[in-house]
């Protein structure tokens, strides 16, 4: 309306060529402004439970409080993840493709080797994880919800519940699933009481009556080994860490019986030297974990046995260590090489 008065009277008292000068400085309307392109949010590659739903779940949680998100993934989901996606109704997000350029969101990792190959290439403008914060380097600061609990979930949960925002029923059912698997079921030592009350909590909204029913069917598909490859098995949960400028690859395998890989176990040792020479890297591990007898076979393959030996305080043989009571590659294993590296790089350093 002010502007058709404003065209009468300019028709009216100015000469034609003059008439649209007051209309040039008009401001453009909302809609009109270019939209900025939505954040892109992922996890780690070898994309499992957590990282998948919790990807979706911060995106969900940006998007719902101004912050336009969409989740992807890195690549292609293991069959726990795709029953989860599937049990509750929820779509599998799209791959993730190049993110030069693109403003990002780290969920369940921060180590740049989990990451893709053009991370250094984006705006790193969030983290939300639940590992030891790794080397991430960007040129300006950026938000982090880092929190010491068993599942990335288990941190999303909270924030969703500080703001006040809803949690769709098929998402909290992906969100407790990604608990009960990252926790192995509340067995794990990275097990906190925030995680059983994020999973108690997520199991009312979701409509799960029973969450050890619901675990055990996630650990039996999880455990499920028929017509897999044994790269396939040293793949299906694997991560390449940098350790006192060492790379090393880490995978688990969480069985219910560690006799479901006892046929294949020359062939996945065979996998894992031939991972070890195609990334250059120092040493190959693969945690076959024992979900109900809480212990681990880590199978090695180094030219370093004394380093491994000493980091474990036990004795490699046929290529195998026994780790009683160890479920966690984060807080159990990791920790361990780190410590054993750091220590025989100041030996190196003082010879």
């Known amino acids: 309306m002010i502007l058709h008065v404003i065209r009468t009277i300019c028709r009216k008292l100015l000469p034609a060529s003059l008439i649209l000068l007051p209309l040039a400085f008009a401001p453009a309307r909302a809609d009109e402004s270019p939209r900025q392109e939505s954040i892109l949010v992922f996890g780690h590659a070898n994309p499992d439970t957590d990282s998948v739903v919790g990807a979706m779940a ?23 993840t795709a029953f989860v996606l599937k049990r509750f109704h929820l779509v599998t997000p799209s791959p993730l493709g190049s993110i030069a350029g693109r403003r990002v969101v780290l969920v369940d990792f921060t180590e740049p080797l989990q990451g893709p190959a053009d991370l250094g290439k984006a705006k790193q403008v969030l983290v939300v994880d639940h590992h030891k914060p790794a080397g991430l380097a960007g040129s300006e600061p950026l ?42 079921m509340y067995r794990s030592v990275t097990t906190t009481p925030r995680d059983r009350d994020a999973g108690t909590a997520l199991a009312g909204l ?16 999880k455990s499920a080994l028929e017509g897999a490859s044994a790269r396939s098995l040293v793949l299906r949960d694997y991560k390449d ?19 479901l890989v006892a046929g294949q176990r020359g062939e ?5 030297v031939e991972l070890r020479k ?16 809480e212990t681990t076979e880590m199978l090695v393959v ?4 004394p380093l491994v030996q000493k980091a474990f305080k036990g004795e490699i043989k046929n290529n195998a260590i026994w780790l009683p009571g160890v ?17 025989d790089r100041e030996a190196a350093r003082a010879n």
Not at 154 to 173: H, N
Not at 268 to 272: D, E, G, P, V, Y
Request: net charge negative; with cysteine.
């Open 302 to 305: 180094t030219d370093d046995v």
């Open 58 to 80: 911060t995106a969900h949680l940006l998007s719902q409080t101004g912050r336009p998100s969409q989740a992807a993934i890195q690549g292609p989901v293991n069959a726990e």
């Open 268 to 272: 996945i040792l065979a996998a894992m």
């Open 241 to 259: 860490f940098t350790m006192s400028g060492v790379k090393v690859g880490i995978g688990q395998l969480e069985l219910v019986d560690l006799a």
């Open 327 to 343: 479920m966690s590659r984060k807080k159990q294993v990791v920790p361990n090489l780190e410590g054993a590296f750091k220590l």
């Open 143 to 184: 938000e982090a919800w880092v929190q010491a609990v068993g599942s990335v979930n288990t941190i999303l949960f909270e924030k969703y519940r500080d703001l006040q925002v809803p949690i769709p029923k098929e998402l909290a059912g992906g969100m407790l699933c990604a608990i009960l698997s990252d926790t192995v």
């Open 206 to 221: 979701a409509g799960v009556p029973d969450q050890k029913a619901l675990g055990m069917e996630m650990f039996k598909i």
């Open 278 to 293: 195609e990334k250059g890297l120092h040493s190959v591990f693969l945690m076959l974990t024992d979900i109900l007898r």
